[in-house]
């Protein structure tokens, strides 16, 4: 179990308090199902202990994206295995905002074909120096999933708006995928643009009338018209 730290005055010194670090248990990352509820994300709501990536290959940074309209930034993904999720492959995101006016307000994500999903942000990192703690980053405040996409928002009640020269949390979805591909993201404003991610590759699934199956493809820009889901 992972731990944070809560402040406690613990003594008098020279007419001074001084602080001390307490632990606090971090909570784990929430499932969320194709098509059910959203729900609500703590500020630092899904640990990443001992993360690694899964291969030398396993991530891509900065990954520009542009609406054309002057919404731009970036989109980072990394693809770990991490002692929190032993079930299968963690995808982590961060997104940089690089737009002189426009805020980020979500991001569709994905996609996650027959996979499990849990999601959370993380600001402590994971320990290895993989992801360093954040300082002044913008955690989502709701996630949900639909159509196969993972989706976080940032605008809403309790919520802030990833602005000009912000950089979300870490975003993590955990899944029990033992593969991934190339995919796309879809940050979003009152516009949206789409930046290169990964994503789990896609499953095989039986097809009901004929016991055969079938490979769903869900990569690249499959579905993307789906996945979009505008923040108002």
Same mark, same amino acid.
């Given at each position: ?7 406690v ?26 098509g ?6 703590a500020a630092?709501?899904?640990?990443l ?18 609406s054309g ?5 970036t989109?980072s ?6 002692? &929190? ?14 737009s ?17 999903t ?13 992801f ?6 913008f ?10 996409g ?5 605008v ?15 975003i993590?979805? &955990?899944?029990?995928a033992?593969?991934y591909?190339?995919?796309?993201a879809?940050?979003?404003d ?14 095989k ?28």
């Open positions: 179990m992972k731990i944070r730290p809560n402040k005055i613990v003594g008098l010194v020279a007419g001074a308090f001084a602080l001390a670090i307490l632990p606090r248990a971090q909570a784990a990352a929430i499932p969320v199902t194709n059910g509820a959203g729900v609500a994300l630092n709501g899904a640990a202990s001992g993360a690694t990536l899964v291969n030398a290959g396993s991530f891509l940074l900065n990954q520009p994206f542009n309209s002057g919404f731009t930034g989109v993904t990394w693809v770990v295995n991490d002692t &929190e999720n032993p079930a299968g492959y963690t995808f982590v995101y961060q997104i940089h905002n690089t002189p006016a426009d805020v980020v307000s979500g991001i569709g994500i994905g996609k996650f074909p027959g996979f499990t849990a999601i959370g942000n993380n600001f402590t990192g994971g320990g290895g120096g993989l360093p703690s954040l300082v002044g980053s955690p989502a405040i709701s996630g949900d999933r639909a159509l196969d993972v989706n976080f928002t940032w809403g009640v309790g919520g802030t708006d990833i602005p000009p020269g912000g950089s979300s949390s870490y993590v979805v &955990e899944t029990d033992h593969n591909v190339a995919s796309t879809a940050p979003t009152t516009t949206d643009a789409f930046a290169n991610d990964l994503a789990p590759a896609p499953v699934q039986v097809v009901p009338d004929g016991g055969c199956t079938l490979m769903l493809l869900g990569s690249a820009l499959s579905g993307l018209a789906f996945l979009r889901r505008k923040v108002s």
